[in-house]
């Protein structure tokens, strides 16, 4: 379960992020709508610890991740949360086995590599260079190195959107259907996926006074 409390992020004297309280809970399925810039990835990249609110807790399973240590909170992510990037962030020049694999270097398990790329429908391309593959394959790539952590967590940012609508689905259902014990949680702009998911949250319901450029 995720809890936020009073979370508050400061831009500029213009640009303020401040959420209502919110649970997440665990084993349910979310998605968040919100137009380009209005605060998704800023919510799950404080969600996972990545950047530290200025007022405000969010709380994991009753481990306060606000309060640990930039360290702490990496490690907490590592073992705990599959994060999915909107823009891969896969290393070009490396095959598909060796950008997964890289997680061994923080002691993942990864011998069951070849179980999740069949999952996520990629096992032929398990040893082609990410920079041959399609987006949709990326992705793919993405969500499989999210998944072999067998995560409590999975966190989306925009997963879909580099990529056409039926792809997305695609995505959006994996991220969805092979997750079923993790809490999952995608931001969007596409309103068409919200179908798939449990629990729909719209960020102007979510946010106290509204927000800009962020």
Not at 62 to 67: F, L, M, N, P, S
Not at 104 to 129: A, H, P, R, W, Y
Request: proline share 2%; with cysteine; hydrophobic share 40%.
């Amino acid at each position: 379960m995720i809890t936020l409390k009073n979370v508050y992020k400061k831009f500029n004297e213009e640009t303020n992020l401040h959420f209502i309280d919110l649970v997440f809970e665990k084993g349910k399925t979310y998605v968040i709508l919100g137009p380009s810039g209005s605060g998704k990835s800023t919510l799950l990249n404080i969600i996972s610890g990545i950047i530290s609110p200025d007022e405000g807790t969010v709380e994991i399973d009753d481990v306060e991740i606000t309060k640990l240590s930039q360290k702490d909170k990496d490690n907490f992510r590592l073992k705990n949360i599959g994060y999915i990037f909107q823009d891969f962030k896969l290393l070009n020049e490396m095959t598909v086995a060796d950008n997964i694999e890289l997680l061994k270097i923080e002691k993942v398990d990864c011998s069951n590599i070849d179980e999740v790329l069949k999952t996520v429908g990629i096992l032929n391309k398990k040893n082609q260079v990410i920079s041959k593959l399609s987006g949709g394959e990326k992705q793919r790539v993405a969500i499989a190195r999210a998944l072999i952590k067998n995560p409590k967590i999975i966190l989306a940012d925009e997963p879909t959107q580099s990529l056409n609508f039926e792809i997305g689905q695609q995505i959006t259902q994996l991220i969805t259907k092979e997750n079923k014990d993790s809490l999952v949680i995608m931001v969007t702009h596409d309103e068409r996926l919200t179908k798939y998911f449990e629990v729909v949250i719209k960020l102007e319901d979510f946010l106290k006074g509204g927000v800009n450029n962020v």
